[in-house]
């Protein structure tokens, strides 16, 4: 199983960025995938899910209206689209999914907001 996140990059405040996970190694559409983020001398905190089929999604409380979570199953790949970005949304990006007992994680991708 491999996942790798690109993408980030420095934004201004009130900008847009989106964010991708490229998977392989296992059947995609069969599993639900994550995005986690976490700033530094903070824990890793999980920020949004999909289902395998894409059709069912959910947000943590900080991030709702503003990022939006989609996958492509033929390119194996998750989005995550991030509008309105804050300074406090500064952190390593990484996508994960649990496959045969354990979580994937991918090497991360730094997001910076600030003006």
């Known amino acids: 199983v491999q996942l790798v996140e690109s993408g980030g990059g420095l934004v201004q405040p009130g900008g847009s960025l989106r964010l991708s996970c490229a998977a392989s190694?296992?059947?995609?559409?069969?599993?639900?995938m994550r995005w986690y983020r976490q700033a530094p001398g903070k824990e890793r905190e999980w920020v949004a899910v999909i289902s395998g089929g894409g059709d069912s999604t959910d947000y943590a409380d900080f991030v709702q209206g503003r990022f939006t979570i989609s996958r492509d199953n033929a390119k194996t790949t998750v989005y995550l689209q991030m509008n309105s970005l804050k300074p406090e949304d500064t952190a390593v990006y990484y996508c994960?999914?649990?496959?045969?007992?354990?979580?994937?994680w991918g090497q991360g991708t730094q997001v910076t907001v600030s003006s």
């Open positions: 994960t999914c649990p496959y045969s007992g354990r979580w994937y």
């Open positions: 190694g296992f059947t995609f559409s069969s599993y639900g």
